[in-house]
């Protein structure tokens, strides 16, 4: 018994983690729009570097792209910030599931002994 509620904690301890991660992870529209303003740089903040770069070779596409980003940097971070939000969601899940598990152990226990 006293095995399992380790493995149970160590588990809680891992989701934890990740989801610290994962939170790490998300994006700002704000700071996005910032980078936008402050060079031009905001595929580098969400970690596009090769769009980036490319951005920058052709002056925003002739600033053509670079005016179309302009109305479209909420939507492109949202898009970045959609998987990160469901895995944090999966993680908030399975935690939620293993805390059941690890009180029905205990009920379990305070039953049988």
């Known amino acids: 018994m ?3 509620g380790f493995i149970l904690s160590y588990n809680q301890n891992q989701i934890i ?3 610290h991660y994962l ?3 998300l994006k700002d529209s704000g700071k996005a729009y910032l980078f936008y303003f402050l060079g031009g740089s905001h595929y580098a903040y969400m970690g596009n570097w090769g769009i980036q770069i490319l951005f920058w070779i052709t002056f925003g596409g ?3 792209w670079a005016f179309i980003d302009m109305f ?3 939507s492109i971070v949202q898009k970045h910030n959609m998987p990160i939000l ?4 999966d993680l908030e ?4 599931d293993e ?3 690890k009180q029905m152990m205990m009920m379990q226990a305070v039953k049988n002994g």
């Open 93 to 96: 899940k399975r935690e939620k």
């Open 23 to 25: 939170q790490s992870q």
């Open 2 to 4: 006293e095995n399992d």
């Open 62 to 64: 002739m600033f053509f």
């Open 99 to 101: 805390d059941f598990q």
């Open 17 to 19: 983690m990740n989801k």
């Open 86 to 89: 469901q895995k944090i969601a």
């Open 72 to 74: 479209r940097i909420s």
